[in-house]
């Protein structure tokens, strides 16, 4: 039996890896494919694709896209994009830019609760262009400001604590219609998290192809339910661990048992929507 991981993250988000130590990694798991879907970047997934093909594991190019319906913070998934797409990128540098100013809003709220830590030193800590609330948690431990990532996330950081900072996001609409129009698939990540169900048909209908049935903090009733869900609405079947690198101890790349079975149907519809979008000379 072959298996995948379809959900992973790089130091060019908020992952510990270079891809080369992800594909090391994946190699170690004797993973068939993985996919790089750093959150708002796609910028590692030219090294990962290489240190793959070094490694003989197939590559999907992919991004976690933050986006919104109705007041809910949703992630998509967008798979086999390219790379190169010029909208794809402009608009990534644009949340990249709000990420950015977030860190900065984020650190002005901790001044103000007379915790000294500065933006440059989370910026440093971060070094990338997509810095997120886990790299203002990893300064705040590195600081000595406070005891764990877990401790930063609860008295800081979490929806509604008081360094906690709103992130200006696209609709999930624009997120589908964005990761369709770079070739990709589009597929609604850790459902189970969200626990808004109802958002789904209305996603569907906004042309979404799949749904992350697998996941590392999906229970087995939780991948059964999606699995169910994903059949009624026919839709695309994807999973992965969320693998963050060493943030937390132990890696997570390969925990979660995907069959490699799902990368080809992602494969034909990537095909199918590259078919559609390429104009017909008959
Ligand atoms: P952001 O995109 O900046 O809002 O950060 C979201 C990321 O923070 C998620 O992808 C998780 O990796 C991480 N995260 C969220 N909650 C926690 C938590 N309680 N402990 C550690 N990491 C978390
Ligand atoms: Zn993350
Ligand atoms: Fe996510
Ligand atoms: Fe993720």
Request: some cysteine; overall charge negative; hydrophobic content about 40%.
């Amino acid at each position: 039996m072959k298996f995948v991981d379809l959900h992973l993250h790089s130091r060019f988000s908020d992952g510990t890896y270079t891809p080369e130590e992800l594909v090391a990694q994946a190699r170690r798991c004797e993973l068939a494919a993985i996919a790089l879907t750093d959150h708002d970047s796609v910028e590692g997934c030219a090294a990962t694709a290489q240190a793959c093909a070094a490694a003989g594991i197939e590559f999907v190019a992919g991004a976690e896209l933050t986006a919104e319906q109705d007041g809910n913070e949703l992630h998509l998934l967008g798979y086999f994009i390219d790379m190169q797409n010029g909208r794809l990128l402009t608009q990534i540098a644009r949340f990249q830019a709000v990420r950015q100013d977030r860190i900065r809003e984020m650190v002005s709220r901790l001044n103000k609760l007379k915790v000294p830590l500065s933006a440059e030193a989370v910026f440093v800590l971060a070094n990338c262009r997509a810095p997120g609330r886990p790299h203002v948690a990893r300064a705040l431990v590195q600081a000595g400001l406070c005891g764990n990532l877990d401790e930063a996330f609860e008295r800081f950081l979490k929806k509604n604590r008081p360094a906690w900072v709103p992130k200006f996001k696209m609709s999930a609409g624009e997120a589908i219609d964005l990761i369709h129009q770079a070739q990709g698939v589009a597929v609604l990540a850790h459902p189970g998290l969200n626990r808004t169900d109802e958002v789904i048909p209305r996603l569907v209908e906004a042309g979404m192809d799949g749904i992350e049935c697998f996941h590392t903090k999906h229970s087995t009733a939780t991948s059964e339910h999606y699995l169910e869900l994903a059949d009624r609405f026919d839709l695309l079947v994807t999973g992965g661990s969320d693998c963050h690198g060493l943030s937390k101890g132990r890696p997570l790349i390969g925990t979660v048992k995907v069959p490699y079975q799902h990368v080809e149907q992602l494969q034909a519809r990537a095909a199918e929507i590259k078919a559609a979008a390429t104009p017909r000379l008959d």
